[in-house]
């Protein structure tokens, strides 16, 4: 008779353990909701993106933005492009590009930087800090040029890899 007894005491220890981790699983599974709600889905890092392709005079071209986003919302993006050109016409070139930018690079939140990348070469360098941007500034700046999809505040990520970043490779 004991070993039956036995066999109900273990069975209902048993059933008792299983409630108990039954409610420890849904108290868990609770307190993993509230702490993901309270986190939210923000997603913050910095995608780097690079192409390369050759342009309608035939030179090479290459192309890197890094775009930095905090919240899914971008933040900064930092775009360099390095153009092969005539050598001949590199000073030229680079001459253009800083009086082009002078007045960009008084806008708050846009820097733009031309310079010699090597003796066929010439770079530039934009960045635009978001947080700081003054948007209608630099649209009275670009006036026509202006290119919204490249400058628009608050952009999401995606949206911002939809429309800028569609031919480039990303990591």
Known sequence: MTKSWDFYLYFDILIVEIERSEKMAKTLLVLSIILLLLSGCSKSGTLNCTRQFTNEDGYEVKDTMIVNYENNIVTKVEHTNITATDPDLLDFTISFGETFSDNLNKVNGFNLKYDKYSEHEV??????????????????EFGEDFDSDLYSLNMAIKDFKKKNLSDYTCK
């Open 123 to 140: 770079r530039y360098v934009m960045t635009i800090d978001y947080k700081d941007l003054d948007v209608v500034a630099l649209k009275n």
